[in-house]
């Protein structure tokens, strides 16, 4: 069973904040390198931040430092903390296993950044 659920979404102002989560199946989750990614309206999906079973992290440069990837490898759940968020923030915001796995995409959390 593949299957990620996201959650934490909303509308918020620039430079607010919002706490994404996911919550991954073990069979998913467990060894694998974690990632986030988004879609804008137009745009194609991008990555926006990878975390691997260790926790080792990467980011998008377009993020500038504002996100912080996390996970807990007990409650096969993934983070994502955005801080100083701007209207380009604006995006429909997934996890997905790094390369993704294309059963797994779940449906998304939305992220509305109203300036």
């Known amino acids: 069973q593949m299957q990620l659920v996201e959650s934490g979404g909303g509308l918020v102002e620039v430079g607010g904040s919002l706490r994404l989560s996911c919550k991954a199946s073990?069979?998913?989750?467990?060894?694998?390198?974690m990632g986030w990614y988004r879609r804008a309206p137009g745009q194609q999906r991008e990555v926006v931040a990878t975390?691997?079973?260790?926790?080792?992290?990467s980011y998008s440069e377009s993020l500038k430092g504002r996100f912080t990837i996390s996970r807990d490898n007990v409650k096969n759940m993934v983070y994502l903390q955005m801080n100083s968020l701007e209207p380009e923030d604006t995006a429909v915001y997934y996890c997905?296993?790094?390369?993704?796995?294309?059963?797994?995409w779940g449906q998304g959390t939305q992220v509305t950044v109203s300036s």
């Open positions: 975390i691997t079973w260790h926790h080792d992290t």
């Open positions: 073990r069979s998913v989750f467990s060894g694998s390198t």
């Open positions: 997905n296993t790094v390369p993704p796995l294309r059963p797994a």
